[in-house]
């Protein structure tokens, strides 16, 4: 500055330098920019058709951004300007993922198929009632599916009729009978699709119809067979009972990454030789006559394994589901008195 006297007074010239403090220009800009952003979301799957197997999709949003640094720039310029007023311009962005992109990312997962050639009708007629209750299902991501629940009891007032079955070991008739091949199917898809086993148990004596360790036991209302989605995206379960009386178990949603493939395998592990026989004493025979109930068995354990494989076929991965144990039993024998 400069400074003189004149007429008895003093006078000062000063230069004055107008200064911004970017930082705090920032901080008051950043709310502002950070309010008017809206990120985009990604396409939805919203349903699946049964009948032609295909997946419907709703499209995602456009998002919206606003940098604050830009911002920041556009106001120091306005102000090199004179100042005014500054129209803040929000930039598009794009969903992150369209449907179209999405739709190539789904399809059948996995299936399954197990034989009930040999059930009589009465059986056929209970696997039929429970391939439709289970047909079509959604199971959403982080639901819980359970067999039980949604079957429910097994009545005669829903149609189910008596059919072979396994109680405490023994061949028998119950209302129901045979639905126990249908939740085995449904296990063997659901893992293959490399969904989360929540609750599974074998059967007392090896099944027919399916391998050691790949059978999925039910029994209202305490034994299940339940899993879980811990994906991002909803699956659907598709069941039929063919005209060739085979059930086959489908699993639709999103494709394993990399066009990874998952086979079931289980192994027997071990055997164990009957038990003695039990003896029932019937009055209703003749003296010395005999029936035999029940056929001796052995015992067996088995291990099941879910096994990845790349698009070559190689095994990439190998993860134990399960140990089963399968109990031994003598014969049961009815004799006369």
Known sequence: TAA????????????????????RLLNELTPIAAALTQPGTNAQVTGFSTTSLTFSFKEGTVGYVVDAAVLMNQVLDKVSQGGGELPIVRQEID????????????????????NASFSDSNRLTNIKLACKM???????????????????????????????????????????????????????????A?????????????????????????????????????????????????????ITFSIYGKLLDDGVTIKIVSKKTGTTGPGADKIIVDASLMPGEQVVVEEARNGYTAETYRVYYNTDGTEIDRQRLFRSTYRPAGAVIRVGA
């Open 4 to 23: 003189s006297r004149a007429a008895g007074e003093w006078s000062r010239n000063y230069t004055i330098t107008r200064m911004i403090d970017k930082n």
């Open 95 to 114: 969903p992150p993922m369209t449907a179209e992109e999405l739709s190539k990312r789904f399809g059948k997962v996995s299936s399954a198929t197990t």
């Open 134 to 192: 289970v047909n079509g299902m959604a199971v959403q991501p982080g639901e819980t599916f359970s067999f039980n629940k949604t079957l429910g009891e097994r009545t005669t007032k829903k149609g189910y009729k008596a059919a072979g079955a396994l109680e405490n070991g023994m061949h028998t008739k119950q209302v129901g009978g045979g639905i126990c091949q249908v939740s085995t199917t449904l296990f063997n898809a659901v893992a293959k």
């Open 194 to 246: 490399d969904l989360k086993i929540v609750d599974r148990s074998p059967h007392s004596i090896p099944s027919v119809y399916v391998d050691l360790g790949k059978d999925a036991a039910v029994n209202w209302p305490n034994q299940d067979f339940k899993f879980r989605n811990d994906g991002l995206y909803p699956v659907y379960i598709v069941a039929n009972l063919g005209k060739d009386k085979k």
